[in-house]
DNA sequence: TGTACATCAGTGAACGCGCGTTCACTGATGTAC
DNA sequence: TGTACATCAGTGAACGCGCGTTCACTGATGTAC
């Protein structure tokens, strides 16, 4: 009954499904319209409910904005875990291919990924988002030992700060169009991807 | 006269030397209170004047936005030239010099940086930031004729960016606090200088 | 199976806030003659 | 050197806006008996 009149698309006193529809409609106004226009009364309206409802399910702003950060940083992590899982069994490739999967994921949610990444108004306190970012922390350290087994590094830790470094770098100024003319530089058919691929490959760490 | 009076701190009614002085408490708040704490009554403020007198100097908000960038990418071609001459004719003490730089640019000057490389609000079509974007692209360009001359490199420009990918992403990842745990299981007395150290004694680009 | 009741989730009006912007104004400056 | 006048820079009141937050309320849900 309730489920049907939810599909259907009855309007019901109460919602039932309200909080993920926040965060999905708070993602659609993140990534069409950037973070100043994400307030709680935006994702209300867009999910066509009075702008007082979000404040039973997040409090306040912080709080939709830090459960926001959580779902991008569960995404990310099985983002970078697929990578690394489809790449084989070498290190080399493995880092590369979550090299390339940080920087697509950064691509293709540039709004999410500035949200998880710009710390300012995220409560890492909460534990959605505390257990989100430790799970994509665990998952980033796979670089780690990546390098660490390519390498025999007695910096494995420097090693892949610098990896880390490297790629996240590159995916900032991506996005904010700092590598537009470089790119545009490129021959004909190459684009971001190829400049990413050149730079790692042009890149040694460790050694 | 005119002078005297202003230093003496009489109250004028034409301030005479506001601009300046705008830029000056702009940067004071960025810096102190964050980007999302700079408008422009707040900048009348801090400056003892009418929340419509800065509209006479900036129209309005990205015009002030856009002004301070230009001062702090000024600042930043000056730090980066002054540490490459500082480094002596080795172009990897320059690469190094100019990177170590730029993160301590980045760590001064926090809310600058950020303001500077995030283009949101910023009008890149202004004289001033124009022109002081330029100068520092300058000043970086002088990292990938560094690592061309160091390598004889035929990508030059890939191995450039990924210089600086490495120390943008250094510098973004430190002052979100990305870094804290790594520098903080460092020895003791060792800081994020003797990390990006590390991070850059362990990388070589280009080979 | 029914009934009473506590709890939960959403409503809609209201409040105060700081913002950008506009406006008529006014005091100061600089220039033409 | 003086005077008239245009222009510039700052004032202060006012406006509308969207925001977060609060509040009494109400409809729906679930649980105890």
């Known amino acids: ?5 939810t599909v259907v698309g009855v309007p019901r006193y109460h919602h039932g499904d309200l909080k993920p529809v926040l965060l999905a409609q708070a993602e659609l106004i993140l990534e ?5 226009a994400l307030t709680l009364r935006a994702a209300a309206r867009a999910a066509g409910v009075s702008h007082a409802a979000p404040a039973n399910h997040f409090g306040d702003l912080t709080g939709l904005l830090s459960e926001l950060a959580a779902v991008g940083f569960a995404r990310f992590s099985a ?6 899982d489809a790449a084989g069994h ?3 490739d493995r880092a590369k291919a979550m090299g390339r999967a940080y920087v697509d994921f950064a691509r293709t949610h540039p709004g999410l990924f500035v949200l998880m990444f ?14 989100a970012m430790d799970a994509a922390w665990q998952a980033l350290r796979g670089v780690d030992r990546a390098v660490a087994a390519d390498r025999g ?5 420097t090693a892949a700060t610098a990896c880390w470094a490297l790629v996240h770098g590159f995916a900032m100024l991506l996005l904010d169009g ?9 021959p004909i058919g190459e684009g971001a991807d190829a400049l990413l691929d050149a ?8 050694g």
């Open 1 to 5: 009954m309730d489920k049907l009149a």
């Open 32 to 36: 069409r319209t950037g973070i100043q």
């Open 79 to 84: 983002a970078l875990a697929a990578a690394r």
């Open 90 to 92: 070498d290190p080399r």
């Open 118 to 131: 710009r710390a300012e108004r995220l409560d890492t306190t909460r534990p959605a988002l505390r257990d």
């Open 153 to 157: 590094a007695s910096l494995p830790r």
């Open 178 to 186: 700092r590598l537009d003319a470089i790119i545009g530089s490129l």
């Open 199 to 206: 730079v790692l490959a042009t890149t040694r760490i460790g």
